[in-house]
């Protein structure tokens, strides 16, 4: 493949089975590539979107942490696991008789802005450790909860005891937990048994590509499979340099330039991605994140 540095945004259909990060790795060596990130981890028994960064699209990954995700997700009623999800010792069973009329109106109360526990079992933090490592050792911990938007929220199918949702939500949110209520809510407890992320920001599940499917690619195809590092950015405002003004700007110098303020993308006249700025009150276009040069 030659010396060409690898630079940008890879989309994987991560299988349920693996970490985030063994595919991460998996497609890094696939690709060739220097370094590699990705923007939101997916559990081990979760499947669906993966978006990966590579090379300089590393710097962006970012952007996207804050971005909406849409999942669909399998919710099995009448059982309650320690960890909320199917990874989890059973708790407790019971009888699951939720008509479908009972889990609409049970649904309704979910939609919008809500409210949100942190599962013990989650990644964010309590003085530097993550809270799982404390429900690992049995040590509880306070938690808060926290604000999450869901803007969709359907049932898709009833198979028996086990519901599929499609949820359309806010960053931070948890699906299990959401599960976990749902089954509060009708009295039967529930945890989640299956769930594949279809969708992040921009991103759609459609445009991603298997490891083995990738695998099976000339390393040039492979190369096709990546998206530019702006495609990170979605929808950021873009403010188009003049050359000299360009030049300025990959070298790392502020420059004055005629456009609202905000965080905008920043372009050369040829369409070149230059990399990422904010234009301040006084119109000065501060660089942030800066494309290497090549």
Do not use: W
């Not at 997916?42 to 499947?47: E, I, Y």
């Not at 939609?111 to 993550?130: F, N």
Request: aromatic letters at 4%; one cysteine or more; a positive charge.
């Amino acid at each position: 493949m030659g010396d060409t540095p690898v630079n940008g945004v890879l989309l994987i259909d991560k299988p349920v089975g693996p970490s985030s990060n063994a595919v991460l790795q998996r497609a890094k060596r696939l690709l060739g590539a220097k370094r590699a990130g990705h923007t939101g981890t997916l559990d081990p028994l979760a499947s669906g979107l993966l978006v990966i960064g590579l090379g300089e699209a590393t710097k962006f990954a970012g952007a996207l942490l804050g971005a909406d995700k849409a999942y669909r997700a399998r919710v099995k009623l009448g059982e309650r696991t320690e960890t909320g999800d199917a990874e989890g010792a059973v708790l407790e069973r019971s009888d699951a008789t939720a008509t479908r009329e009972d889990l609409l109106a049970a649904l309704d109360r979910f939609r919008g802005e809500i409210e949100q526990l942190p599962p013990r079992h989650a990644a964010i933090k309590h003085q530097g450790r993550p809270l799982y490592a404390y429900a690992r050792r049995g040590e509880h911990v306070p938690r808060s909860p926290r604000p999450v938007v869901i803007r969709r929220l359907e049932l898709e199918q009833i198979e028996g005891n086990t519901v599929q949702l499609f949820v359309e939500c806010s960053k931070g949110t948890y699906i299990r937990v959401l599960a976990e209520d749902l089954g509060a809510v009708l009295g039967c407890g529930a945890h989640l048994s299956g769930l594949e992320r279809t969708a992040v920001g921009p991103f759609r599940l459609e445009q991603s590509v298997t490891l083995e499917a990738l695998e099976a690619l000339a390393p040039p195809e492979r190369r096709e499979r990546l998206l530019p590092p702006e495609a990170l950015l979605g929808s950021s405002p873009r403010l188009t340099l003049e050359a000299r003004l360009a030049a300025k700007f990959r070298q790392g110098q502020a420059v004055s330039v005629i456009s609202e303020s905000g965080n905008v993308a920043v372009f050369g006249e040829d369409g070149m991605f230059l990399g990422t700025g904010e234009v301040d009150s006084s119109r000065t276009l501060q660089p942030k994140r800066l494309l290497a040069l090549q």
